[in-house]
């Protein structure tokens, strides 16, 4: 009888831990349509762009999530605190920014692993964060990928729809592709490294046009449910 006890709680240790893993190494690219929430994210900073956002989310009363590379972090330590200070969620987007898409070498999951970790100590001793969400640069997101992630305790999160790299675009014909794609669950991706001035320029209506289509603009882990 004991054995067979023994057994019971070996074997639902096991079913759980698979569970977690399998929690940890899910990928997302949007939330549940069943919510009324919108994810505004951010990549690449904190750069020229952060501090507009900032006082644009500041004045609209909104949390948004910010994936940092850790090269940015240890270079603008003081604007990154000022993202965490500001109530918003901090994320990891690697180290150098690699494109691993692109990357040929064969220790590319070692690189990536390494990357991922850099990157999580950079932004820690800047802001004293923890990350837990990872988004690769370019959106990398082979399944050898998630498992690094997944071992690190990280769940990788791409986006549904960005655009603001598309420089051939006005600020009003950018503001009017994401105001397309406007719906629950949706995950916005934008960029607050560059000076480029035309997502500040759109980001305040843009978050207008989410509420008046009776949605609310949250931070990811909210809008995913897993604060």
């Known amino acids: ?28 690219t ?18 020229r762009n952060t501090q507009i ?49 692109s990357y040929t070498g064969e220790d590319k999951d070692q690189t990536f692993e390494t990357e991922l970790l850099n990157g999580q100590e950079a932004i820690f001793n800047a802001t004293g964060i923890r990350t837990r969400l990872l988004r690769s640069p370019f959106g990398y997101s082979r399944s050898t990928a998630r498992q690094v992630a997944a071992r690190h305790g990280y769940i990788m999160v791409n986006w549904s729809f960005g655009i603001d ?19 629950p669950g949706a995950i916005f991706l934008m960029h607050d490294l560059s000076s480029n001035p035309r997502v500040p320029g759109f980001l305040a209506q843009l978050i207008d046009d989410i509420r008046a289509a009776g949605l609310e603009p949250v931070t990811l882990s909210e ?3 897993l604060e």
């Not at 569970?19 to 990928?27: P, Q």
């Not at 069943?34 to 505004?40: N, P, R, T, W, Y």
């Not at 993202?83 to 690699?98: C, L, Y």
Request: net charge positive; glycine share 6%; no cysteine.
């Open 1 to 28: 009888m004991l054995k067979k006890i023994i057994l019971s709680v070996f074997f639902a240790l096991f079913l759980l831990s698979v569970a977690s893993a399998a929690e940890l190494s899910r990928f997302y």
């Open 30 to 47: 949007h939330g549940s349509p069943d919510i009324k929430k919108v994810a505004l994210t951010f990549d690449d900073g904190p750069g």
């Open 53 to 101: 956002i900032l006082d644009i989310l500041e004045e609209k009363n909104v949390r948004a999530t910010f994936f940092m590379t850790g090269s940015n972090a240890k270079a603008r330590p003081a604007l990154a605190r000022r993202v965490r200070d500001g109530g918003h969620e901090i994320a990891n987007h690697t180290f150098n920014h690699i494109n691993f898409s």
């Open 165 to 183: 790299w598309n420089r051939n675009l006005t600020k009003e014909e950018m503001h009017q592709r994401y105001k397309a794609h406007i719906k």
């Open 223 to 225: 809008l995913l449910g």
